[in-house]
């Protein structure tokens, strides 16, 4: 079976590692769904998203050198509240969700440390 770049098709999960997942398109052809082109949110965990065996539909991005770059996300129709929310919107909320980490990572530090944020000689 030929495919090309930019057709849409249904393949199935074969193995999933940290970078992403492998999807036989057919007997014999395998691309690659890097995990950056699973969701369209941030995807720390793939299994949270696929698993083996899984049918998906995936979008061919490229064909070279016997390699195919696949993308889940890129098949997908976009939902409207995705066509109409701006980049200063995507922005916003990255830099709300980074703050929310940040603020997380600093109570656990602190935790960690005893919480004063005076360091070993506060007493002095």
Known sequence: MSFAVGEVVDGKV?????????????PGTTGLVHISEVADVYVKDIKDFVQLNDIVKV???SMKDGKIGLSIRQAQPKTRRQSQQ???DKLAKFMKDS?????DL???????????????????
Do not use: C, M, P, W
């Not at 940290?18 to 999807?23: I, L, R, S």
């Not at 703050?99 to 603020?103: A, F, I, N, V």
């Not at 600093?106 to 002095?124: E, I, W, Y």
């Open 14 to 26: 074969t193995g999933i590692t940290n970078f992403g997942a492998f999807v036989e398109l057919s």
């Open 59 to 61: 979008r061919i991005l």
């Open 86 to 88: 701006s980049f200063e």
């Open 99 to 103: 703050d929310e980490r940040q603020s």
């Open 106 to 124: 600093k109570k656990s530090l602190d935790s960690k440390r005893g919480g004063r944020g005076g360091g070993r000689f506060s007493h002095f």
